[in-house]
């Protein structure tokens, strides 16, 4: 859509100046003045998508057949403002420049082998069929085959509420409320086909506006999963994508403002990011010169050059080695970005539990000390450690790091405490205990340390990493001592809380000292807490940068981008060059659980438990069922 207005000519009118140049002169001046905005645009929102994976969903979730992942779209920081209220709360400030969100699609697949078939868990087991807690850990032996006859329970429905943050004023219990969007897919006509399936399940034409100061939760829930005779089902290898839709933004610029970015480009030296207009040129004929065509002030002669503007192709963004154009005409460049990095997935159990059992499962085990770990029951400061690595191929600046933290129970391991143990040799055969997991929340001696960073190393002569982001709280405890009316904080695990969830009607239960000192587990001392967590993981700043915009006090934005030689010098990090010397490679998220007191995180204590009882025996969950997620909320760029 243009923004130039022109004389309009009636056949036969005399052609004059007036008519002809203050159109070109307005044009050449928004191409000089780098103004061209995305509603001149053909199109002028871009895509971008929240990509969602579970390892599986059987009846083993709380509740069975369903499950719940949080997110959260905030603004970029240099969008995002909170105000105070008048009763001490906080405020989002919705400006009129921000860029609106949309949901335009959603899909849904999981892995059916190719075939019409469902795909059998590791509870199948018929009465008679000699097939109950004949494999691995008590499961099924006859987990993973297929089932053509069962195909048609899989009605799976999907959902997408909002909720308030607690970071604006939510209190406890921290339900959902506003329903967004739903679907249902049913079995019988999505995957049984013989020649086809809704798998993936794709369903368009949404356009649901999104608050971006609000949390979304993703529910997944198929009833038929389970089944009274045994014929019980799982979906292996679940994955969600929603497809949203931002209008389009300026990108980042500035020595000061960005960090990380290139200070160097095409467009000269020390640009840090700023563009760099074209000349452009109209010459407009003096009073009383007759209008020519071709001569130097001529009309044919000016709208060449605008034409060759546009045959030269408007100019913005950056190319894949993090470098700008010469010169620049498009002033919104940047679009909105999330990168979902899945954490603690494909547990063996459904989720982590405090027990040898678990531990025995799961292959990233160590000692605080760096030092490897085989006997867990044995070795002092044993953490259960994560990580994912995330290639750059396009430059973006990261705004915002945030952590979904899942306390969400599951069912017990399948075994009855009669018969033979599930595992019945090693460390986890010891007890009772070892092989049955009681769900409940930990409290004190925990402690999370969640870090993201960019890395460079991969066919190169050096090898470094940088910081981005970093988070390290303790002590999950969040009940305050006395009869349980609502959440108090304790320790330091809600320092940069953003919102707890309730999304189901099966969360954790934690049990609270009664005022005694006792530790009371009894009526009414144990309390429903919640399934998840939002929490911001700051971006790391300071030196010449300032502080930058979001939940918590952090730095400001970070620039990542694979860079050459004419993009190697950047602006800081903090107050020092970068170590990665503008060659990223990759988005490092790891995250360590920990104990925070000398001994194993096995056995950190229950929640004002004086005496000897460890949290194997009592509060077990350490990583919900499906596992957590950090999401990176990011600029990326034009790019060619």
Known sequence: MAKITRKKLSRGTKLTPEHVYPPLTSAASQLTSIAIEKEQMQAPLAPFRVNLTLPYLAGDSLPKGKITI???????????????NAAGGRDPVYSGGMPQIKLKSASFSFDQRGEPAAITSQFWGLAGSGTTNTGTYGYSSEQGHMSYEDVTRLDIQLSLHEKTQEYFGDTYPYNLENELWSTVIPGAEGYSGATLRANPFIQGDLDVAVDPFKTLVLTIYCPGLEDSSGRNLALPSIEVSLKFVCELMPRDTGETAVQNIPADGGSGDDKYGAKTAPSVTINTPAAGDPLEAEDTKGVNTNISTLDQQFQDKLEGGYNRFADVPPTEVIADDAAYEVIAVPLYQNMAHGGLSASPTFYATYPYLATLGGGGNV?????????????????IHHSYTIHHAMLAWNWTPWELLNWDGSGSRPVSGGPSSNSDAQQRANLLVPSADIGLHVGVGIGTGAGADGFNYEQVALLNITNPNNYGVGTPTSPATKGTWDTHLIDRITSTNSPPQGFIDDGSGGGSIGSPYAVKKWNWELHSIPIVGGGTFGAGVGYNPQGKESFAGPGWTRTATRSNMQSTAPDTGGAEQWIEVRANLYRTSTGALLDAPYQFDVGSTDIKDKSSILVGYGGCYVYLICKKHLTK
Do not use: K, N, S
């Not at 949080?70 to 105070?84: E, G, K």
């Not at 002092?380 to 995330?390: E, L, Q, S, T, Y």
């Open 70 to 84: 949080p997110f959260a779209l905030p603004p970029t920081q240099d969008f995002f403002a909170v105000t105070q």
């Open 375 to 391: 006997d867990v029951t044995g070795q002092p400061d044993i953490g259960a450690f994560d990580r994912r690595i995330i290639p």
